[in-house]
């Protein structure tokens, strides 16, 4: 059986205004979160590493096999009408959240479908809640508050309005993020972008 519940997203429906999104609480396993838990990568400094980039255990690189996994992929792209056969895919972790973080943005055009899911226990704090939003300068502007509970699935389109942004948050937030891209090319950019940011975040740090 697989660590995530993909008939849970298929079952879902689809919110298209003002832009597609769905939101999947539960998405991760009850019985598989655990085992992901124990075998989360460290990732103590802020900022988003690479999956290539960090060391994880067996119950995590499963979970990572599932989310890329075609079964998850062919109800994405049913979901989105999108068709995801031939594009690549990119994952970061992300285990620490800055009082800088969360600033309002969209996605880099590059990035077809943005895929987050949050492995945070019970969250409590009222920041640190990402917010999907109708504009880019007002963050309580909010069409849809996704807490970053455990096993929280959230899955958006990107396009020019998907606006998001949370509530400055200092302290442990965990949170994977996979997109399907345009091509190859982004994923060997993003990914040395990403390297050597975390290279001299572990230098500072």
Same mark, same amino acid.
């Given at each position: 059986?697989?660590?995530?519940? %993909?008939?849970?997203?298929? /079952? ?15 998405? %991760? ?21 690479? *999956? ?14 599932? @989310? ?35 600033? @309002? ?5 590059? /990035? *077809? ?8 226990? /019970? ?6 809640? *990402? ?31 998907? +606006? ?16 399907? %891209?345009?091509? /190859?090319? %982004?994923? +060997? ?17």
């Amino acid at each position: 059986m697989l660590p995530i519940d %993909v008939e849970a997203f298929r /079952k879902t429906p689809l919110t298209r205004d003002p832009f597609p999104y769905v939101i999947v609480p539960g998405f %991760v396993r009850t019985e598989a979160r655990d085992a992901i838990q124990r075998d989360f990568p460290e990732v103590p400094l802020p900022g988003s590493f690479p *999956l290539p980039t960090v060391s994880y255990g067996k119950a995590f690189g499963d979970f990572m096999d599932a @989310i890329r996994g075609e079964e998850f992929t062919e109800a994405v792209a049913e979901k989105f009408g999108i068709d995801l056969s031939d594009r690549p895919t990119m994952i970061t972790v992300r285990g620490t959240s800055r009082a800088q973080d969360g600033q @309002i943005h969209t996605d880099s055009t590059t /990035k *077809l479908i943005t895929v987050l899911i949050y492995m945070n226990g /019970k969250w409590e704090s009222p920041q640190g809640r *990402l917010r999907l939003l109708r504009s880019a300068d007002d963050l309580n502007d909010v069409i849809a508050e996704v807490p970053p509970d455990e096993g929280t699935l959230l899955v958006f389109r990107n396009q020019p309005n998907a +606006w998001h942004g949370f509530e400055a948050f200092e302290g442990p937030r965990r949170v994977i993020q996979l997109n399907w %891209v345009t091509d /190859k090319g %982004v994923v +060997w950019r993003e990914q040395t972008r990403h390297r050597v940011s975390a290279f001299f975040k572990r230098l500072r740090a």
